[in-house]
C-alpha cells in the first residue's frame, strides 16, 4: 500500500456512500477549513474519482491536490482524494 | 412541506421517447461518463449536461438555461445524484422535474420485449432490445401449444428472460449464441444451468482467439448445416466465419415465411467488423465470402433481424429491427455489390477504434475470466461497437 506523503487537516470517511453525498460532505468539510488547509475525503464509490476532477475544476476555492487507489483494512477497494481549500 | 420523491421508471422513459415527447433530458453525470454513452431516442432529444456538482457549489447558476413550462427529466449514473437534484434543487424552485429511478445502471439493464408482427402459423417471434446499449436478443416460441422456445443470444440478465419465458408459459428447448460474443457478457451458460436446456456455440468460437485457450465449460457444438426441427419449422446454422471463425447465422424457414436471424454478420444500416480478433487483414476475406455467396444469396423476402444496432433511427415505425434481405440490398452502404477487393479496402478503411475491453468480455463469455457484477458493468459500458465505422456516423 502506498504512503502518501500529503498532510491532511481533517479526514473525511464516505466509505458505503453514494453520490451525491460524498462531494455534498466533502463541500460542507471544506468550509470548515481554513485556507491552505487540506481534506483527506476516503470513499469507496467508483464514481468518485472522475466527480472529484470535475468538482474541482468546477468550484471556485478549491484544488484537488491528489488522487489515490488503494485498498482499506477490510480489503475493500477505497478512493481517496486530497483536497486543498484555495480561497 | 416535504416533497413527494418524483420519478419516471426505465420503461415508461422509454415510451415517451418513442412517442417524441416533449421534454429535456438533464443528465447530471460527469464530463468522462456523459461522453461515454448516453440516452437517446430516435426523435430529436433536447439534452442539457449540467454535473450535479455544479447543482451543489452554485444552485442558481447551474439552473441556469433550464425550462419552467417544460418536463425535465434528470438522470446520473445509479439515480442518487438526480434524486438530489430534483427533489433539493429544483422542484423547490418551482422546475417540472422527475428523476430516471435508478439512472443509467437502470437503463442499462433495461429491455424492451416486443413480438414480430409478421409471425407465421404456430411461430411467434420475439425480440428483446437492450435499449441502452443496442443489443438484440430473440424469443421463438413454437409448438401446437406455442409452449416450447428457442432462445438466440441469451443476454446475461437472465431474470428478465425468464420473466417472459414464465409469462407466456415457455419450456426452453435450446439455447443458441450465433457466436461467442464480444461486447456483452452472455446469459448462455446460465440459461441453460437453469432450464436444463442445452446451450449451443460454434466450436470455432469456444477457443478465444487472442489468448487461444478454449472454453472451461462444455456446450453442443452447432455445425454448418445443422437443424433443429421447430415443429414443422426448420431452423438451419449457417456457419459464417468473418465476425468471428465461428460466427453462425440461423435461417428459420416455416411454411410461410424466411427468417433470418443474422446475429452480427449484415445489420440494418452496416455490417460486423472482422477485427475484434485482431485479425481484420485474414478474417476479411472469410467475412466477404460469407456475406456475398451465403447471406445475400437468400431470399429476398427473408426477414432479417439482426443482434445489434447502432441508431435508434435504424427501426422501423413500429420499433421493430427488422427489414427484408431485398430492402438491405437497396438500402445498407455497405453491402453495395463490392468486389472482393473493394470489399477488403472498405473493411480496412472503416475499422473503428477496438475497444480493450471486448478481449476480457470475450474471456468472461468462455469461462476463462471471472468477473463480479460491479466489474462486469464496467467491463460492458456504453454502446456496442461491433459494426463498422461508418455506422457510428451522425
Redesign the interface.
Known amino acids: 500500500m502506498q504512503e502518501s506523503t500529503i498532510h491532511a487537516d481533517r479526514e473525511l470517511d464516505v466509505r458505503g456512500a453514494?453520490?451525491?453525498?460524498p462531494?455534498?460532505r466533502a463541500?460542507q468539510e471544506i468550509n470548515q477549513l481554513q485556507v491552505g488547509q487540506t481534506l483527506k475525503v476516503i470513499a469507496t464509490d467508483?464514481?468518485s474519482v472522475?466527480?472529484f476532477?470535475?468538482?474541482a475544476q468546477?468550484?471556485?476555492n478549491i484544488e484537488l491536490v491528489k488522487q489515490e487507489e488503494t485498498t482499506d483494512t477490510n480489503q475493500k477497494r477505497v478512493y481517496i482524494h486530497y483536497i486543498r481549500r484555495t480561497a | 412541506m416535504h416533497n413527494q420523491q418524483a420519478t419516471v421508471k426505465t420503461h415508461e422513459l422509454k415510451l415517451m421517447l418513442d412517442r417524441g415527447d416533449k421534454f429535456v433530458l438533464l443528465d447530471v453525470r460527469?464530463?468522462?461518463?456523459f461522453e461515454r454513452w448516453r440516452i437517446e431516442g430516435r426523435h430529436p432529444l433536447e439534452v442539457k449536461h449540467v454535473?450535479?456538482?455544479?447543482f451543489?457549489?452554485d444552485p442558481d447558476n447551474a439552473i441556469q438555461g433550464l425550462p419552467k413550462d417544460q418536463l425535465i427529466v434528470a438522470v446520473?449514473?445509479?439515480g442518487?445524484?438526480s434524486a438530489?437534484?430534483v427533489n433539493e434543487v429544483l422542484r423547490p424552485r418551482g422546475f417540472q422535474a422527475v428523476n430516471l429511478e435508478g439512472g443509467m445502471l437502470a437503463w442499462g439493464s433495461y429491455y424492451q420485449v416486443q413480438e414480430l408482427p409478421e409471425s407465421s402459423s404456430r411461430l411467434r417471434i420475439y425480440q428483446l432490445n437492450r435499449v441502452a446499449r443496442g443489443c438484440l436478443h430473440h424469443i421463438i416460441a413454437y409448438g401446437p401449444g406455442l409452449d416450447q422456445a428457442v432462445v438466440i443470444d441469451p443476454p446475461r440478465h437472465t431474470d428478465k428472460v425468464l420473466d417472459f419465458i414464465g409469462q407466456k408459459n415457455l419450456k426452453v428447448t435450446a439455447i443458441i449464441d450465433t457466436h461467442a460474443h464480444a461486447d456483452h457478457v452472455s446469459g448462455g451458460v446460465k440459461l441453460s444451468q437453469i432450464t436444463s436446456a442445452p446451450y449451443y456455440l460454434h466450436p470455432y468460437d469456444g477457443i478465444h482467439p487472442m489468448d487461444v485457450l478454449p472454453a472451461t465449460f462444455a456446450y453442443e457444438m452447432l455445425k454448418d448445416g445443422m437443424q433443429f426441427d421447430l415443429n414443422g419449422a426448420k431452423l438451419t446454422v449457417l456457419h459464417i466465419p468473418g465476425h468471428t471463425l465461428g460466427n453462425t447465422a440461423l435461417f428459420l424457414e416455416s411454411s410461410d415465411r424466411r427468417y433470418l436471424f443474422s446475429g452480427d454478420s449484415i445489420f440494418l444500416q452496416s455490417i460486423a467488423r472482422p477485427d475484434l480478433g485482431g485479425r481484420a487483414e485474414t478474417w476479411t476475406p472469410l467475412h466477404y465470402k460469407s456475406l456475398y455467396t451465403r447471406l445475400l444469396t437468400l431470399p429476398d423476402d427473408t426477414i432479417v433481424l439482426p443482434g445489434h444496432y447502432s441508431r435508434p433511427q435504424e427501426a422501423r415505425a413500429d420499433g421493430l429491427f427488422a427489414a427484408t434481405l431485398g430492402e438491405l440490398k437497396r438500402t445498407n452502404v455497405d453491402l453495395r455489390t463490392y468486389t472482393e477487393l473493394e470489399f477488403r479496402n472498405h473493411i480496412l478503411s472503416s475499422l473503428p477504434q477496438f475497444p480493450p475491453q471486448y478481449v476480457d468480455i470475450k474471456r468472461v463469455n468462455l469461462g476463462l475470466l471471472a468477473a463480479d457484477a460491479?466489474r462486469i458493468e464496467?467491463l460492458e459500458l456504453g454502446k456496442n461497437v461491433c459494426a463498422l465505422a461508418t455506422a457510428y456516423k451522425t
Open positions: 453514494q453520490c451525491p453525498i462531494i455534498i463541500r467508483p464514481g472522475n466527480d476532477k470535475g468538482w468546477t468550484a471556485k | 460527469n464530463q468522462e461518463e454535473p450535479y456538482f455544479r451543489v457549489e446520473c449514473a445509479k442518487g445524484s438530489w437534484v460491479d464496467e
